[in-house]
């Protein structure tokens, strides 16, 4: 129950986010919960305390903080957002960050400083809070010519919608709206959230299981769902179908492509005990099967046969130890202020604030190194141009920038 513990630390009425409904599922209500990615799932099975040793086992692999070893630093860049869940950079501008708030509302920050109003604000169309909202922003490979800005959002309904917008340049105009992918959700967790361009020109969409626990349904290794799936849509012929590149997939709350080698990292929130980040390096020619709900992390989770695909271990992994429970999927680091970190990458944890990095080396983690700091109620890093790297908090709604 770290699990539960970790959440009562930070918000309110967590009791009961499990019912049985009428077929004997586990059904999750569309209320409000306090986290935006850390909704956890009860650890309910019988092997409670299995898990809790393989936590400490694994996290005994993940490193720990020394002073002497750790290289980045947390500064401060803004204060005062409003559930900040993600940051994005438009191509053409280096001197700006876009900052999503989970109900609705893009801000930008300039220099340092938040600008008044809002960039985009689609608060009719989604309701923030647990694992709904607006969840990823991306801005178009071409957008210093087209203008074009995608988001992923929970509609009001609760369901998954990858929207087109076109600006012009200061805000987000609502009536070019362009609906590019719906996907139903069965649940109100595990919606993924993630919204990023590949280096073929691809959108990449990671979808999660549907949600409840345990995938349910067995969606994650079905290949007739999207959900459990990453997809990339061509957003030059809309309204053409995505393709699924990964399934496996629990939910794949953020990832990213090292903007070097195009190799994609996936953090994959974990159910009960192990979280996780899925190396894919852009010569592999596909399909990749993470492996959820046959596998969680590297540990068995359930019987039964996988789907297609080559299976894909992580190239890295932690428990519950130290209060972690959800795994914040980050960026190699490739900016210029720290060069002796150039290739390292960063990943965090949203319910215990540790920062880990390591390289990959022949397809393993290597020279793991947990960061002396912590960020409480870490949501999401982002990127800027320089490949200079920043992270924003739920718990404290503050930017800031890993130097
Ligand atoms: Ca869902
Ligand atoms: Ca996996």
New binding site residues.
């Given amino acids: 129950m770290l699990v539960v513990e970790c959440l009562d630390d930070r918000g309110p009425d967590l009791s009961g986010p499990d019912q049985e409904d009428a077929h004997g599922r586990v059904a999750y209500s569309r209320r409000r919960v306090p986290s935006a990615v850390g909704y956890r799932d009860p650890v309910r099975s019988a092997s409670t305390l299995a898990a809790l040793v393989v936590g400490a086992a694994l996290v005994s692999l993940a490193g720990s903080a020394s002073a002497a070893e750790s290289a980045f630093r947390l500064g401060v860049v803004a204060r005062g957002f409003d559930d900040p869940l993600d940051i994005v950079a438009a191509p053409g501008e280096p001197r700006r960050l876009y900052v999503v708030e989970q109900g609705g509302t893009v801000r930008v920050v300039e220099r340092g400083r938040v600008r008044p109003g809002n960039f985009l604000d689609i608060r009719d169309r989604t309701e923030g809070g647990g694992e709904q909202g607006l969840l990823g922003l991306a801005f178009d490979p071409g957008y210093a010519k087209n203008r074009f800005l995608y988001v992923n959002y929970t509609d009001r309904s609760g369901d998954t919608r990858v929207v087109r917008y076109r600006t012009n340049g200061r805000r987000a105009l609502p009536g070019t709206a362009r609906q590019l992918l719906r996907v139903d959700q069965p649940y109100s967790n595990h919606n993924g959230g993630d919204v990023v361009f590949g280096p073929d020109g691809f959108l990449y969409v990671g979808l999660g299981d549907g949600g409840a626990g345990g995938d349910p349904e067995g969606r994650a290794q079905n290949m007739s769902t999207y959900l459990g799936k990453m997809l990339r849509l061509n957003v030059r012929r809309p309204g053409s179908a995505p393709e699924i590149v990964g399934l ?3 939910n794949p709350w953020r990832y990213s492509f090292d903007r070097a080698t195009g190799d994609l990292f996936i953090g ?1 929130v974990g159910q009960g005990s192990v979280e ?1 980040v ?1 190396y894919t390096p852009r010569s592999s020619p596909g399909l990749e099967n ?3 709900d046959l ?3 590297s540990q068995r989770f359930e019987e039964g046969q996988p789907g297609p695909g080559q299976l ?3 190239v890295f992994e932690y428990g519950r130890a130290g209060g972690s429970c959800t795994v914040v999927g980050g960026y190699v680091y490739r900016g210029k202020a720290r060069r002796a970190e150039r290739g390292r990458y960063i990943v965090g944890d949203y319910c215990s604030g540790f920062v880990w990095s390591f390289r990959v080396r022949a397809g393993e983690a290597s020279g793991v190194r947990r960061e002396v700091f912590r960020i409480e109620g870490l949501t999401s890093f982002g990127e800027d141009l320089a490949g200079e790297l920043y992270a924003v908090s739920q718990a404290d709604g503050t930017l800031y920038r890993l130097t």
Wanted: charged letters at 35%.
């Fill in positions: 496996g997939l629990r994959d996780e899925d993470y492996g959820w596998y969680e992390g894909v271990f992580p």
